[in-house]
């Protein structure tokens, strides 16, 4: 068993998404991986046209901190989701208006449901962002 946890603040000039993504190809066999600080999609481009290898064999668990509701954000839960067949559970630490906002929530699970043609095997957990 691989774990990694991401504490930032990584999404600045010294620690960048690309750092993230070199990280992920590095660890084949990665099975839990936890974002301390959110995200941001600065290099989205790059980010969404690599899949590194852990993703299509052993990444079971991602937990993302202080995830909001708007569009860019939830790509980067798509990207997870989509990419990583073998993930069996999404925690999403979510902010104060996504924790009050079921219906979104919701529409969200159900938007990435699709992207597996409905199949429930990822469970998707929203938990309250806690600093």
């Not at 750092?19 to 600065?42: C, W």
């Not at 989205?44 to 590194?52: E, F, L, N, S, V």
């Not at 569009?71 to 067949?85: C, I, Q, T, V």
């Not at 449901?113 to 962002?129: A, E, K």
Request: aromatic fraction near 12%; include cysteine.
């Amino acid at each position: 068993m691989l774990n990694a946890s991401v504490n930032g603040p990584y999404f600045n000039n010294d620690y960048t998404n690309g750092a993230l993504m070199y990280m992920l190809q590095k660890s084949p066999n990665l099975e839990f991986l936890i974002l301390t600080r959110g995200f941001n999609l600065e290099d989205q481009g790059m980010i969404m046209d690599t899949i590194p290898g852990c993703f299509q064999s052993s990444l079971k668990s991602v937990r993302i901190f202080n995830a909001g509701g708007d569009e860019e954000k939830l790509s980067f839960l798509k990207y997870f989701y989509e990419n990583a067949p073998v993930l069996e559970w999404l925690y999403v630490s979510c902010s104060p208006e996504l924790s009050e906002d079921s219906e979104k929530q919701e529409e969200i699970i159900n938007d990435l449901q699709q992207l597996r043609g409905g199949s429930g095997c990822c469970t998707i957990v929203f938990d309250p962002y806690v600093p």
